[in-house]
């Protein structure tokens, strides 16, 4: 019941918004022609096109960009976010592409420290020590041991039971 009358004063209210003499409703907004990108980056650099980014600049809205990230010597990228997103998926080879700029966005990117190589190499050794080989035959010469096996299992049991007369 409260459904049909809300139904019923809807349509009421729409028309009692429209003052008579104004067909309609102008709305209006003015879209800016650029947008900012801050960038955050301790531990590393941001470049576009091979020139360092700092702070905050303006680009052409609706542009793509393709940011090198490059960290200090001793570092390693940790994790990107874009306008709060985590983009860290979608860096390759050091390289962020963003998507067509529509708003006001941050590129900030975190850094850890990288291991050094004498660790590496380290874990990868104990790693392998770990890991037992794997022997695999040929199929043939397992079925060969096989039925070999099945032979003398059975001429045991028929010597066994020969041996035992009854009597």
Same mark, same amino acid.
């Given at each position: ?19 008579p003499e104004?067909?309609?409703a ?15 980056s301790d ?11 700092h ?13 090198h +990230? ?6 390693? /990228?940790?994790? @990107? ?6 983009? $860290?998926?979608?860096? =390759?080879d ?7 700029l529509t ?7 975190f ?20 890991i ?9 010469? +397992? ?6 096996? /099945?032979?003398? @299992? ?6 066994? $039971?020969?041996?035992? =007369?009854?009597g």
């Amino acid at each position: 019941m409260l459904l049909a009358v809300l139904l019923f004063c809807v349509p009421c209210m729409t028309a009692f918004a429209e003052a008579p003499e104004q067909k309609g409703a102008t709305i209006s907004t003015t879209v800016p022609s650029t947008c900012n990108i801050t960038f955050i980056s301790d531990g590393g650099r941001i470049e576009e096109g091979g020139n360092d980014t700092h702070g905050t600049v303006a680009f052409e809205r609706r542009s793509v960009h393709t940011f090198h +990230i490059i960290p200090d010597e001793g570092k390693v /990228i940790d994790k @990107v976010l874009y306008g709060g997103e985590d983009v $860290t998926a979608q860096i =390759k080879d050091g390289y962020f592409t963003t998507p067509p700029l529509t708003r006001d966005m941050t590129l900030e990117v975190f850094y850890k420290e990288s291991k050094p190589e004498s660790s590496i190499s380290e874990s990868s050794v104990s790693q392998s020590s770990d890991i037992k080989p794997v022997v695999t035959g040929d199929s043939t010469n +397992i079925f060969a041991l096989a039925m070999l096996l /099945i032979f003398i @299992v059975s001429a045991v049991l028929t010597i066994l $039971t020969g041996k035992r =007369k009854p009597g």
